[in-house]
Structure formats: C-alpha cells, structure tokens
C-alpha cells in the first residue's frame, strides 16, 4: 500500500517539478508537536521537499514566534510563497506564525494542519488552509478579514488513521505534498505585501 502512494507522490512530482528542476521559489515550514515525538513523519515531508531543491525548516512548534519573523523577512525579501504544515501542537502553532506574519505584513499561501488542538481562528493574511481532524483536534474558521479557503476534513470514521500517526499515513503525504506543490507553483518570487496590522503580544503556544 505505501509502495501505491509513493507512486502517486512520483506521479505529482512529474506533473509539478521535473527531476532535477526546483519546484518553485518559496520555503516550507514543518512543525512538529510535543518533544518532536510524535511528528516523526514530517521528517518524510522534508527529505522528499529536498529532494526538490525546495527550501525547508522542520522545527518544534514552540520555534513558531522565532520562524515567523523568518518567513516574513523571506516573503518581504521575495522568497515567498510561504507554506505552513503542523501537526498536532505544531497544527496550533501554524496559526499562531499566521498571525505574526500578518503583523509584519506578510502572506501564508497554505497551511495544512494535522489534529491541531481548538479551534484554529485564520487570520486574513492566509490563502488556504486544509486541516485534517481524527476523533481528536479543532476545526479551522475564517477569523476578521479572513477569505481564506478553508477544507476541515474529518478521518474520525477512517480505523487505519489516529492522531498520533496521520502524519505518517502514505495517502495524506502524497495529498500534502501535491497540494504544497500547488501552492509554491501558484506564488511569485516577490508577492505583493499587505498592511501590517498594529503591534501587540502574540498568544503564547502551550509548551506541552
């Protein structure tokens, strides 16, 4: 079955990046979740993000203040599009790098999350999100000034998918990996800026 989509990820790679060319400009940012535990399968994400030249951090989701002033100075630098996947803690943390990106005035062109906890409140400066929920996890919803295209989709009734190994599951590397293909291509090295908003401390992400 893992050898199935595999073949799928190869098939998404011809269609998106040729063998050997970067897929598109742009960074990758992989947040894991509770002591880097139980995310290992982000590490699958980067190795094949790598294999195509694409510029990636795989971090914990307690980095996220840190990384998002990173990807906002590389957005506003040219280097965007900026594509978020967390999982779990790291699925809450996305949200919150969204957040200070938009108080730099800089764009997140997708985020997709795995089982992050609560209610996940998009801010406006984020184009798509896709979040994957098990019988654990919140949904994601349009916050003020939001258009984002959200895509909440529930694997509770999915037996072979639980929360501590969606991010290992072959079928949803092979979606995410297209769909952040997708989202890199669609970007442009220098995408225009919005207004940043006013100052003001971030929410912190709970460090367990």
Do not use: C
């Amino acid at each position: 079955m893992r050898t199935f989509w595999l073949a799928i990820v190869f098939a998404v790679g011809l269609i998106f990046a040729p063998a050997g060319v970067q897929a598109a400009p742009g960074h990758v940012y992989l947040l894991k979740g509770l002591a880097n535990v139980f995310s290992t399968g982000l590490d699958n994400y980067a190795a094949e993000l790598t294999r195509r030249h694409i510029p990636v951090t795989v971090a914990n989701h307690s980095e996220a203040a840190g990384l998002a002033m990173q990807a906002a100075r590389l957005y506003k630098a040219g280097k965007g599009p900026i594509v978020i996947v967390g999982h779990s803690l790291g699925g809450q943390a996305s949200t919150e790098m969204a957040e200070i990106m938009q108080r730099q005035g800089a764009r997140v062109a997708l985020i997709v999350n795995y089982g992050p906890p609560g209610t996940q409140v998009i801010p406006g400066n984020v184009g798509r999100v896709v979040n994957y929920t098990t019988t654990v996890g919140g949904l994601a919803v349009r916050g003020p000034g939001s258009r984002a295209a959200i895509t909440n989709v529930s694997l509770a009734n999915d037996p072979n998918i639980n929360h501590f190994n969606m991010d290992k599951s072959p079928g949803l590397e092979a979606k995410t990996m297209g769909q952040i293909l997708a989202a890199l291509r669609g970007g442009h090295h220098r995408a225009p800026r919005i207004a940043a908003t006013p100052q003001h401390s971030a929410s912190a992400v709970p460090a367990h």
